[in-house]
């Protein structure tokens, strides 16, 4: 049978029961004073319990009310700690009780040491309750998270916790008994210097807390622990120390990544008290606000910097309403007073009793970001400007040609909002006939086939009528150098459309004018023969009553053409440039007769009763009579489409300080729907190519500019009216005839005198023995005017060149000089009129003949004055025999009075 490892086996055989006995003695005391512990333990355990119960209630007490305001309202948890308390009270009576229950047995044992040894079966219970009790110790201790060490002073490991043993990854049996050093040592290596020379210090003290960097010998891997060392004394002997380690590694790690972060972080970090004063402060914000070091800044209060105090009472205002306030724009004044823009987020932190502890924030530098904002938004003020200001319509459109774009000028041009055409599509508002050109020079630049194009096309303005716009686009490309829409800039040139197809017009005109006043010219000549020669057959038939009946129809004809030829010349060749005072009358007539012939081609019949009375005007003669014939025109082409015949009604009527000219006529009339849009530019209700639609609009124009007005009416009985109204002239101008109203006479300049043929025998006696040189190209006009002045007396010489003039004249004095102002050229060299004048003006005052100009031409006022300031006088071709009989004679006659003595003729 083996022997049981009972308490007394392996003692000495002298070894009395007695002194067995008294080893078998807890602790060595006295049985007195055991049975003292006893109660004395019961009393400590109950009082510490009783403290804990109290304890958890006054700190649930204290609590209630703030843990009532948690948003999760853990009203269970000041209860839920008394419980725990009383729980692990009731664990630690449990194990006491176990304890009593142990000590039992032992001082029975004592008491039946003396008698008898004890029972194999008695020291089996008290072997069992001692190891299970010294179990429960064991698992208790191993519960523990943090590392549990007893050492010897040598630095022998006598216990340890299973923390400690999966710290190493070792059992216990290759760790108990082993010296600490083996395991751990510091990164350095110095760990047994630094232990044998802080240990002296360690035993005085009798305790010692810090935090230790070591390093496992196994794996080499670096831990931190925060240790408390204790050292363990019995009868004031050193026995061991007592470690207790918690493992910080990754608490010391994320708070080196912290500091880390805190000092490399490019926002500026700082924390402060309630009053202000800084705490701390990472070196970004040290260099936000221009301080050399970081004590420098902590020496100043946070109110001290804010530029405007106002804005730190409206933070920390926030800042006790919402506990936070993010990215709050401040200003910060620097060290150098300087301020800095920034955006600050904050928070308020707090202890349980919810007073502020501290104030922690960031703070972002936003200066430059504001300063390029305002550089931002001042170019894009410029930008805006520049195309509000800008001439043009800009506007830009998507891939898909819808507008993104359009800049504020839309409302000037079209009378839309840009917002109105936004999102719309291009085309939509182009008219029919140029839409198909606008999308495919977009389609184009869309597609990378053009960089640039120009298109003209007509958009509809807001009160529904066409505008002329000339646009000028281009790609717009993005970032990547796609194609990402176009960009056009557009201008209107309604107007300039109108002043150039204005400027065409009157190119036109002027060269038919210039083809007009030439053919003139040349019919001047031959009418000027006619009116003489059927003047003076007139007068030599005085018996004949038919031949002098076919004559005066002959002579009147003649004028007739004369003055038709005159209008011709007028309208073609003005004798005077700009406004002038002008009889409405007499422009209506000149206008009709120009337009006679086509009229009456067409069966219109002119009703036109011209008023007596009418206040003259002030304008230009051909700009209106150009207003007037378009008027006519439209008139005379309306009723040619209606009927075969048909009347125009001409009225000339005048209200207070007006002067109205009325076009009536008997054709369709004008539509309702179309009467609006009548001095639109480019509208027309005529067939493609039957007109531009601007002649009204030009017309319109042109009596704006006389300060005047155009109205349209549709008459309910048929028909269409236009009312041309032009302000009375108001100035004291003396009136003027308007060019060409001579009436085909003969005109002296200044100071003309009309005669008709009836007066020639009582004006022919100042010419007898006259003599008077012609000059002419015009054969015809010679043989005329020599029959006709010698027939009176005069005695005529006759030259067709400058040259023979000037030798006639050499020859003898004359008493006037008839000269053609435009001699045509012989092939050799030319003598004008205007030499002939010079050279036979310049002898003696006595032997200057009176000299006068012949032309089929009109002439500019400043040639006709220039012509008077020398003493020359004009004649319009064509004339009569007896009015340049009459002309003569009356300039002889005033020349005869201005110089008494009579020049006597070779």
């Not at 109950?46 to 700190?59: I, R, T």
Request: hydrophobic fraction near 40%.
């Amino acid at each position: 049978m083996k022997t049981r490892n009972t308490p007394g086996a392996g003692r000495p055989a002298g070894e009395t029961t007695s002194d067995r006995a008294q080893d078998a003695t807890p602790l060595g005391l006295a049985p007195s004073k055991r049975e003292q512990l006893g109660p004395k333990e019961g009393e400590l355990w109950l009082c510490a319990l009783l403290l804990l119960v109290l304890l958890a209630a006054a700190l649930a007490l204290l609590s209630w009310d703030r843990i009532r305001g948690l948003p999760q309202r853990l009203e269970a948890l000041p209860i839920g700690l008394v419980v725990l308390v009383a729980l692990f009270g009731a664990y630690t009576w449990s194990k006491t009780c176990e304890i009593a229950e142990l000590r039992g047995l032992l001082r029975g044992f004592e008491q039946r040491a003396a008698a008898a040894p004890p029972s194999e079966k008695q020291l089996e219970q008290i072997f069992a309750l001692i190891s299970r009790s010294q179990q429960h110790y064991r698992d208790l201790i191993d519960t523990f998270q943090d590392l549990l060490l007893a050492l010897s002073l040598t630095g022998e490991i006598r216990a340890a916790n299973r923390s400690f043993a999966e710290l190493l990854d070792l059992p216990f049996s290759e760790i108990i008994g082993h010296k600490l050093d083996e395991f751990l040592d510091t990164p350095e290596g110095s760990g047994r210097q630094a232990a044998e020379k802080g240990l002296p210090r360690l035993l005085q003290r009798c305790h010692w807390s810090g935090v230790l960097r070591v390093r496992l010998r196994k794996g080499g891997e670096v831990r931190y622990f925060d240790c408390m060392f204790h050292v363990m004394v019995k009868d004031d002997c050193v026995l061991g120390l007592s470690v207790l380690a918690r493992d910080i590694t990754k608490q010391r790690e994320s708070e080196a990544r912290f500091t880390e972060l805190f000092e490399t972080l490019q926002e500026g970090v700082y924390f402060t008290t309630p009053e202000g004063q800084l705490l701390d402060a990472n070196p970004a914000l040290v260099c936000m606000l221009g301080y050399t070091g970081k004590e420098e800044l902590l020496a100043v209060n946070v109110t001290d910097l804010f530029l405007d105090a106002a804005q730190r009472i409206a933070e920390l205002e926030e800042l006790g309403r919402q506990g936070t306030v993010r990215s709050r724009e401040i200003t910060l004044r620097r060290k150098d007073g300087t301020p800095v823009t920034c955006l600050d987020t904050a928070s308020a932190i707090r202890d349980p009793s919810g007073r502020v502890t501290r104030y922690q924030g960031t703070l972002v530098d936003i200066t430059q970001r504001r300063q390029m904002e305002k550089q931002l938004h001042a170019e894009q003020e410029f930008a805006r400007r520049l195309v509000d200001s800008f001439p043009d319509l800009i506007i830009v459109l998507d891939t898909q040609a819808h507008y993104t774009f359009v800049s504020p000028r839309i409302q000037e041009s079209l009378g839309y909002e840009p917002e109105e055409l936004l999102g719309q599509g291009l085309g939509e508002r182009t008219h029919p006939e140029d839409r198909s050109a606008l999308l495919d020079l977009f389609n184009e630049l869309i597609a990378g086939k053009r960089s640039h194009g120009i298109v003209e096309y007509r958009m509809e303005h807001k009160q529904s009528h066409w505008r002329l716009f000339r646009a000028s686009a281009s790609p717009l490309f993005d970032a990547q150098g796609k194609i990402a829409g176009v960009i056009a800039s557009s201008r209107d040139i309604t107007e300039v459309e109108r002043l150039e197809q204005q400027l065409i017009q009157s190119e036109k005109l002027a060269a038919m004018g210039q083809m007009i006043a030439g053919v003139a010219h040349e019919l001047n000549n031959p009418l000027t023969a006619i009116l003489g020669a059927s003047e003076l057959l007139r007068e030599r038939a005085a018996d004949d009553a038919t031949t002098r009946r076919q004559l005066d129809l002959t002579y009147r004809q003649a004028r007739r053409a004369a003055h038709i030829v005159q209008n011709l010349l007028a309208f073609s060749r003005p004798a005077a440039s700009g406004k002038a005072r002008l009889q409405l009358s007499d422009l209506l007539h000149r206008t009709l007769q120009l337009h006679e012939h086509s009229l009456r081609a067409n069966n219109i019949i002119v009703d036109y009763m011209p008023a007596p009375d009418i206040p003259a005007i002030v304008g230009d003669a051909n700009q209106l009579i150009q207003v007037f014939l378009n008027l006519i025109t439209n008139a005379e082409q309306a009723i040619r489409g209606e009927r075969e015949r048909g009347v125009l009604h001409v009225r000339v009527r005048s209200a207070k300080d007006t002067v109205s000219v009325v076009f009536q006529d008997d054709g369709p009339g004008i539509p309702r729907e179309v009467l609006p849009r009548i001095f639109d530019p480019f509208f027309t209700t005529k067939r493609p190519g039957g007109g531009t639609g601007l002649g009204l609009s030009i017309c319109m124009a042109i009596v704006r500019e006389h300060g005047g007005n155009i109205e349209a009416q549709s008459r309910p009985e048929g028909g269409a009216m236009f009312t041309v109204s032009l302000p009375a002239d108001k100035l004291s101008i003396p009136p003027r005839t308007p060019a060409g109203n001579e009436r085909g006479t003969a005109a002296l300049s200044p100071g003309s005198a009309t005669r008709h043929p009836e007066v020639v025998a009582q004006n022919a006696s100042p010419l007898q023995g006259r003599w008077i040189l012609v000059v002419d190209d015009e054969e015809s006009i010679l043989e005329l005017v020599e029959e006709g002045l010698s027939a009176r007396g005069v005695i005529v010489d006759c030259a067709a060149t400058g040259q023979q003039a000037l030798t006639l004249a050499t020859g003898r004095t004359y008493d006037a000089v008839l000269c053609d102002l435009h001699l045509a050229n012989s092939g050799q060299s030319v003598i004008s009129g205007r030499e002939i004048f010079e050279r036979l003006s310049g002898g003696p005052e006595g032997n200057k003949p009176l000299f006068f100009f012949m032309t089929g031409d009109l002439m500019e006022s400043s040639a006709r004055e220039s012509l008077c300031r020398n003493r020359a006088r004009l004649i319009q071709k064509p004339f009569p025999i007896s009015e340049l009989v009459a002309l003569l004679s009356e300039a002889l006659q005033t020349a005869d009075r201005e110089l008494p003595q009579q020049r006597v003729p070779e």
